[in-house]
């Protein structure tokens, strides 16, 4: 708290790891001894920079830009860019520390970064995104490298931006490579990237719910979110025969009792780049209204948070437990508070966190980082199986770690250990680094 005063985000993701660690400490003396949780919560390198740009009217604009490369123990560093006004150094560490220990448990080779800038997309025109991803690339691509840091797209940051980022890129080096991940199929993108992380919550929720002899399978869904999480989860959740009742975004929520119609949630969002209003103008059972999703009280089985962070409180979690959930599971980094963890484990709701939910996407970055080595693209049922594969196994992870600490289906805690043991011992073995 004394080194980073203001960084309450990086200080709350920091506080519940640790606390989750008290029993691997107490097992493993030799992590005390040198000092691993010190090194771990003290990024290896941060980078601050300046983002100068034009608007369309001509006005010089500045913007802050932030590379954080948090720990290479297991690879390279790697996690996403976020565009939002909200992005500070508190923010981008919180997502880069957290990154961390989800990589770890993807079982892939991959180290934590997170990075982005306090850039607000919203309202500009394309050439103004152009112009604004290649000067933040003209500084970035100093720092980053295909075996060196690798990022990739977050709140803000899609397909489009990844293309303009990797254009400057190229641009600027002179040489293809697989520099970011997210890239369009055209040119080195990996098939069933974009689902990634929406269909990985759901592969893994349904690991979970299964576990519990439970199933999908009729259940009603809250999703918040209309982004690239919130539309892959809802793709995937009805295709398990559940009925997802809500969407929404930064301004208000539709909420659909029908079952909220993918294609139009797609034709609005991904394709007219529109607020989430405009579902209730196409869809007569639609209601929209304004203010936070997890304000509405309805009666259903499953939360699925994939917005932003802190968006559920302590009292939303208590209108959940009023509401009858069963079982929460993270799309969205951090997206639940403190106070509102706390209300899920002492009312019973069986917790997904978002290290361990949402992990899909930066596993499939990491299959196209390998595919972007050999020169070759994989299938989509080959890359989807492998996902699926990957969110079964993190399942497993924690909840081994969950029997073996004894922790009565913390899978919070759960999920702390199993990423951060393999860091630990990483980290041990290459020395005082
Ligand atoms: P998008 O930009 O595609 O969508 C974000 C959605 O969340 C939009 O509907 C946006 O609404 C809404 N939102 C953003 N800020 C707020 C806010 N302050 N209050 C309410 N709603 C808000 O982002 P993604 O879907 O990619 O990311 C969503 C979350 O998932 C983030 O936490 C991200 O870190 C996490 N994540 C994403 C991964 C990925 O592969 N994309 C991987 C792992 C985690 P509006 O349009 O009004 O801003």
Redesign the pocket.
């Known amino acids: 708290i004394k080194r980073d005063p203001n960084q309450s985000e990086f200080q709350e993701a920091v506080f519940t790891v640790l606390e989750s660690l008290k029993p691997v400490l107490e097992k493993h003396p030799e992590y005390i001894k040198t000092n691993i949780l010190g090194s771990l919560v003290e990024p290896e390198r941060v980078f601050q920079f300046r983002i100068p740009w034009q608007d369309d009217a001509g006005n010089y604009r500045i913007n802050r830009g932030f590379r954080v490369q948090f720990n290479s123990a297991i690879g390279p560093y790697k996690g ?1 860019l ?1 565009l ?1 006004p909200s992005v500070n150094l508190s923010i981008v560490k919180f ?1 880069g520390f957290e990154q961390i220990l989800k990589n770890s448990l993807t079982g892939l080779p991959i180290g934590g970064g997170k990075g982005g800038a306090d850039f607000d997309p919203k309202g500009k025109s394309d050439l103004e995104i152009m112009r604004f991803c290649q000067s933040f690339m003209t500084e970035l691509q100093k720092y980053i490298g295909p075996n060196l840091d690798v990022p990739a ?4 940051v ?1 397909g489009r931006e990844i293309g303009y980022l990797y254009g400057q890129y190229k641009r600027l080096n002179g040489s293809q490579s697989g520099i970011l991940t997210g890239k369009g199929l055209e040119y080195g993108g990996s098939l069933a990237r974009t689902e ?2 929406g269909f990985g919550l759901i592969y893994f929720l349904d690991a979970l719910i299964k576990d519990q002899k439970d199933s999908l399978k009729s259940k009603t869904i809250k999703i918040s ?6 539309i892959y989860a809802l793709q995937k959740a009805q295709e398990n025969g559940a009925k997802v009742v809500t969407v ?4 208000g929520y539709i909420y659909d009792p029908n079952g909220i119609d993918l294609a139009t949630v797609k034709q609005i969002k991904e394709v007219e780049r529109g607020r989430i209003k405009e579902y209730a103008d196409k869809i007569s059972t639609a209601k929209y209204f304004e203010g936070s999703v997890w304000d509405l009280d309805i009666d259903y089985d499953i939360a699925l948070p ?4 802190n ?1 559920i409180n302590e009292d939303q979690a208590q209108l959940m437990v009023k509401n009858g959930v069963k079982y929460i599971a993270e ?3 951090m997206p639940s508070s403190t106070k509102a963890i706390k209300v899920y484990k002492d009312n019973q709701i069986i917790y997904g966190p978002a290290k361990a939910a ?1 992990a899909g ?2 596993a499939v970055s990491a299959l196209e980082m390998s595919q972007n080595s050999e020169r070759l693209s994989w299938n989509f049922e080959d890359v989807d199986h492998q996902l699926k594969g990957i969110m079964e196994n993190i399942y497993k992870q924690i909840s081994d770690a969950d029997k073996e600490y004894d922790l009565g289906k913390d899978y919070q805690a759960g999920a702390n250990i199993a990423g951060f043991e393999k860091v630990a011992k990483a980290m041990l073995a290459q020395g005082l680094v």
């Open positions: 996403g976020r939002h997502l797209g977050d709140i803000g899609g990634a992380t979110g209309a982004g690239n999480v919130a929404s975004d930064s301004n994939c917005a932003t962070q968006e799309g969205a980094n949402n996407g930066v």
